[in-house]
C-alpha cells in the first residue's frame, strides 16, 4: 500500500468518526428538544457513519497499511433550529464528498487500482447521502417553520423506509 493511500485512508477513517460524533451531538439536541423522529434518523446515521470508519479501518488493515485510531475532536452541541442543522449536515456531507473525490484523484495518480474499486461504494454512498439532507431541507422549505410537528413525523418515516429498502 502506498504511503500516500494509507494517509490519505486514515485522515478519511478520522472524518467519518467526527462525523458519527457530529450527528450523534444533532441526535442528542433533537431529543432533548422533543424532536423524537429527527434524533432517531440523526442516531441511526451516526451509527451508520460508524460503520463507514469500520470499512475503512477493515480495509486498510486487511491490505496491510497501519491504521491510526484517531482522538475525536468535540462537535458542536447547539443549533439555531432543526433547519441550521440541516443544512449544517448538508454542507458536512459534501466536504465528505470532497475527502472522498481526494482518495479517487490520489488512487489514480498512484495507480492504486484495486483501492479505486473498492472506494467506488462511498462515491455512491456519497450521491445518496447528499441527496438524502437535499431532500430534508426541501421538505423543511415546504413545511415553513411552524410545521416541526409535521416534520418531525415525516423524517422518521423516511428513515425507516430507507432502512427498510437496506434490508431488502
Ligand atoms: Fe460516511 Fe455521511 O459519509
Not at 19 to 36: D, I, Q, T
Not at 69 to 94: R, T, Y
Amino acid at each position: 500500500m502506498k504511503k500516500r493511500i494509507e494517509e490519505a485512508i486514515n485522515l478519511q477513517i478520522d472524518r467519518e468518526m467526527y462525523s458519527s460524533h457530529l450527528y450523534l451531538s444533532m441526535a442528542v439536541w433533537a431529543e432533548s428538544n422533543g424532536l423524537s423522529g429527527t434524533s432517531k434518523w440523526l442516531y441511526a446515521q451516526a451509527l451508520e457513519e460508524r460503520t463507514h470508519m469500520l470499512q475503512f479501518i477493515q480495509y486498510l488493515n486487511g491490505r496491510g497499511g497501519k491504521v491510526i485510531v484517531p482522538a475525536i475532536m468535540q462537535p458542536p452541541q447547539m443549533w439555531e433550529n432543526v433547519k441550521e442543522l440541516f443544512s449544517e449536515v448538508l454542507k458536512h456531507e459534501q466536504f465528505i464528498t470532497d475527502s472522498i473525490n481526494e482518495i479517487v484523484f490520489l488512487c489514480t495518480e498512484e495507480k492504486d487500482f484495486t483501492t479505486l474499486n473498492w472506494v467506488q461504494f462511498f462515491v455512491n454512498e456519497q450521491i445518496e447521502e447528499e441527496n438524502a439532507v437535499k431532500e430534508i431541507l426541501d421538505k423543511l422549505n415546504l413545511l415553513g417553520d411552524n410545521n416541526m410537528y409535521l416534520f418531525d413525523r415525516d423524517i422518521f418515516a423516511l428513515r425507516t423506509a430507507k432502512t427498510a429498502s437496506e434490508k431488502a
